[in-house]
Structures are given as C-alpha cells and as structure tokens.
C-alpha cells in the first residue's frame, strides 16, 4: 500500500510537470517561429516575383513605346525626305514643260511655214471630223490673216477628201497669251474642238508624263507596271 507523499516529493513532481510544460511550449514556439518564417520568406519571395514582374512590364511597355516613337519618327522623316524630292522632280518636269512651251511660242512666232503647216493640218482634221457644211475657226488676232490662209488650204483638202464642201468664218477671239493654234466650232454650236498649241501640250504631257518621268528619274520602287 503506497504513502502519501512528503512536501519535497510533492514539490519535485510539480517542478518535473513544470519544466515539462515549459519544454513543450519552447518546442510550440519554435514551430510557430519556423513556419512563421516559412511563410514569411514565401510571402517575400512572392511579393519581390511580383514587383519583377511589374517592373519587366513596365519596362517593355516603354521599351515598345520608344520602339514605336522611333519608328514614327524614322516614317515621318521619310515622308518628308520623299515630298521634297517628289517636289523638286515636279519643279523639274515644270521647267521642262515650260522649256516646250517657250519653244512652241517660237514655232508659231518665228517658223511660219512650218506654223502654216501645222494649221492646215489641224484644220482639215477637224473638217473631217465635224463634217459640217458651215464651221467657225477661232484663232489668235495676230494669226487671223496666217489663218484664213491656211483654212483655205484646208478646205480644199477636205472637198478632195470627202466630196464636200465647207464654208469657213474665221474669228480673231483667242487670248494672245496662248501659243497659237484654232479652235473649230460646229455651224450649230453643238461641237467645239481645241486644237490650240497649249492644248495640245497639254494632252501630250499627260499622255508622255509616265514615260518622261520614267526616262528622266528611272521606275518607279512603288509600282509594278507602268502605263
């Protein structure tokens, strides 16, 4: 049959129960701090992975902007760079076209042979076109006299052409700032023809200006075909 215990072994139970407590709960808190510090290092790592992430974005989306910016920069340049060449080859086919005109001024001014010629052709052409018995020439009034001549000529080109014959009015209306040349009007009024130098000039740099500009600054990078 057990005794009671004394006072001291009493208090040697209680200080064993004691310290086993205290040992428990050393180990308790060192598992809390562990783990603590296993999720705090997790958190860390996780929040530092989110600022690299947030600043790897922010740095390519300024990397782009100035990628973008520069090639906006580098575009407009070209634009600017291929207007004012386009602008000087314009200036350039203008002195061009204005060398011809200036020549042309001279064929109808200093050549009157060929000048003379070059109306009675026109005329007889549009003769044949209008095919009309009445027709009116307009013209400069320093070519009346050279005009009326040369519709004569033509009028007898036409009969031998067609059989018919024409009644020509000649009229001194046109600018004298043009070159030359007539400008024919159907006796009704209906048709008109121009076939004044400038006129003519004009139809053929339109019609030659692919070519010329082909001739004098080569193909053209940007089209495939040419007309």
């Given at each position: 049959?057990s005794?009671?215990?004394?006072d001291?072994?009493v208090?040697?139970e209680?200080?064993?129960?004691v310290?086993?407590i205290?040992?428990?709960?050393l180990?308790?808190?060192?598992?809390i701090k562990?783990?603590?510090?296993?999720?705090f290092a997790i958190?860390?790592a996780k929040l530092?992975?989110q600022?690299?992430l947030?600043?790897d974005?922010?740095y390519?989306k300024k990397?782009?902007g100035a990628?973008?910016?520069q090639?906006?920069?580098?575009s407009?340049?070209?634009n600017?760079s291929r207007?004012?060449?386009?602008?000087?080859?314009?200036?350039?086919?203008?002195?061009?076209?204005s060398?011809?005109?200036n020549q042309?001024v001279t064929?109808?001014?200093?050549?009157?042979?060929a000048y003379s010629e070059?109306?009675?052709?026109?005329?007889?052409?549009g003769?044949?076109y209008?095919?009309?018995?009445s027709?009116v020439v307009?013209?400069?009034?320093?070519d009346v006299s050279?005009?009326?001549e040369?519709?004569?000529?033509?009028a007898?080109?036409?009969?031998?052409t067609s059989?018919?014959?024409?009644?020509v009015?000649?009229?001194?209306?046109?600018?004298?700032?043009i070159a030359?040349g007539?400008k024919?009007v159907?006796g009704?009024?209906r048709i008109?023809?121009?076939n004044?130098?400038d006129?003519?000039l004009?139809?053929?740099?339109d019609?030659?200006?692919?070519?010329?500009?082909?001739d004098?600054?080569?193909?053209?990078?940007?089209r495939k075909?040419?007309?």
């Amino acid at each position: 049959m057990s005794r009671p215990m004394n006072d001291d072994e009493v208090l040697n139970e209680l200080n064993k129960m004691v310290a086993f407590i205290k040992q428990e709960a050393l180990e308790k808190a060192r598992e809390i701090k562990v783990k603590a510090n296993e999720e705090f290092a997790i958190e860390k790592a996780k929040l530092v992975k989110q600022e690299q992430l947030a600043i790897d974005a922010q740095y390519e989306k300024k990397l782009k902007g100035a990628e973008v910016s520069q090639k906006i920069a580098q575009s407009t340049l070209t634009n600017k760079s291929r207007l004012r060449l386009l602008h000087r080859r314009e200036e350039h086919l203008q002195d061009l076209f204005s060398t011809c005109r200036n020549q042309v001024v001279t064929l109808s001014s200093s050549d009157t042979d060929a000048y003379s010629e070059f109306l009675a052709g026109v005329l007889s052409q549009g003769y044949l076109y209008l095919m009309e018995p009445s027709v009116v020439v307009h013209c400069r009034k320093v070519d009346v006299s050279v005009v009326e001549e040369a519709a004569s000529s033509a009028a007898n080109t036409y009969k031998e052409t067609s059989g018919r014959d024409v009644n020509v009015d000649v009229k001194g209306t046109l600018s004298d700032d043009i070159a030359g040349g007539v400008k024919l009007v159907s006796g009704s009024g209906r048709i008109t023809l121009d076939n004044t130098l400038d006129e003519r000039l004009r139809l053929l740099e339109d019609r030659m200006l692919p070519e010329i500009r082909k001739d004098l600054f080569g193909p053209n990078e940007n089209r495939k075909f040419y007309t």
